[in-house]
């Protein structure tokens, strides 16, 4: 839909000349719109599998943030304000599809999840030897590392919807496990099980592809 | 582990994972790295989010 974009900075550019030398106005500049489009876009598809739904809930935060564009004095309050936003939204469309998210709560990926199970575990329930958690030397110092955020963006892609959308509400929103419940409609337990097989996933994919590969691999 | 940080967990089991992690170098290696996950999104949010800043403006060299 690059048709509606281009119209957000065409009516921005109506209510406010372009000055050149002050780029700070959020809608000034198509570039940084479509530019924060697009970090939106990418928030809203972890959360919202539906790719139609998830592109709404940016074009309505987009929508609600123009109409406040004047109160906002520089980009980042701006972002924050938009992505706030966008947060409610998500939030709002989980809820209508509550029942659809139930629905596929842990039968989808269960079979496959039984799968990692193995093979991470041996039938005792112990670590296989080479699938045992090492020492992570030094996580802080990965965020500094360009590559190691790709990696970290792969690993979180490769997630099934469900449980990147629970770990992402928990970790990166924030929310608490009964907002989660509660927007969501997965049960208390379901949602432990589901927080767990994310970072289960989530720890072997970076322990994988980042850890153990020595960080200055490119 | 994972439960752990959700809840408080009662005095058994606080008990049974802690003599559990004591057995076990790779669940306390686990407990670690969930920790780390939690950090490193939280990270993410800042790169995500302030990806552009940097390349838009440069003022604060």
């Given at each position: 839909m690059t048709e509606?974009?281009?119209?957000?900075?065409?009516?921005a550019k109506m209510s406010e000349p372009i000055n050149a030398d002050q780029p700070s106005k959020p809608f000034d500049d198509q570039h940084y719109l479509l530019a924060?489009?697009?970090?939106?876009?990418?928030?809203?598809?972890?959360?919202?599998?539906?790719?139609?739904?998830?592109?709404?809930?940016?074009?309505?935060?987009?929508?609600?943030a123009l109409k406040k564009v004047d109160s906002f004095s520089g980009r980042a309050a701006f972002k924050t304000?938009?992505?706030?936003i966008l947060k409610n939204k998500i939030i709002d469309i989980l809820r209508q599809r509550r029942r659809f998210v139930e629905a596929d709560s842990l039968g989808q990926t269960g079979a496959e999840d039984k799968l990692l199970q193995d093979d991470v575990f041996n039938a005792g329930g112990h670590w296989h030897l080479v699938e045992r958690p090492q020492n992570w030397?030094?996580?802080?110092?990965?965020?500094?590392?360009?590559?190691?955020?790709?990696?970290?963006?792969?690993?979180?892609?490769?997630?099934?919807?469900?449980?990147?959308?629970?770990?992402?509400m928990r970790?990166?929103?924030?929310?608490?496990?009964?907002?989660?419940?509660?927007s969501t409609g997965v049960s208390i337990s379901n949602l432990h099980v589901l927080l767990y097989r994310a970072r289960l996933r989530l720890r072997t994919c970076l322990e994988k592809h980042w850890f153990l590969k020595g960080e200055d691999s490119d | 582990m994972s439960e752990s940080r959700e809840r408080t967990l009662s005095r058994r089991e606080r008990w049974a994972l802690?003599?559990?992690?004591?057995m076990c170098s790779g669940c306390r290696n686990f407990d670690r790295q969930i920790e780390a996950l939690s950090d490193l999104t939280e990270g993410f949010k800042y790169v995500s989010h302030g990806a552009d800043e940097k390349?838009?403006?440069?003022?604060?060299g």
């Open positions: 509606n974009t281009v119209n957000f900075s065409r009516m924060l489009r697009q970090q939106m876009l990418k928030f809203s598809n972890l959360q919202i599998a539906d790719s139609a739904l998830a592109e709404d809930a940016v074009q309505e935060a987009l929508m609600a304000w938009v992505f706030a030397t030094e996580p802080q110092l990965a965020m500094q590392n360009q590559h190691f955020w790709r990696v970290f963006e792969v690993c979180l892609d490769h997630l099934p919807p469900q449980q990147a959308q629970i770990f992402m970790e990166f929103i924030g929310l608490d496990t009964g907002e989660i419940c509660a | 802690a003599l559990h992690k004591a390349s838009n403006g440069n003022r604060e």
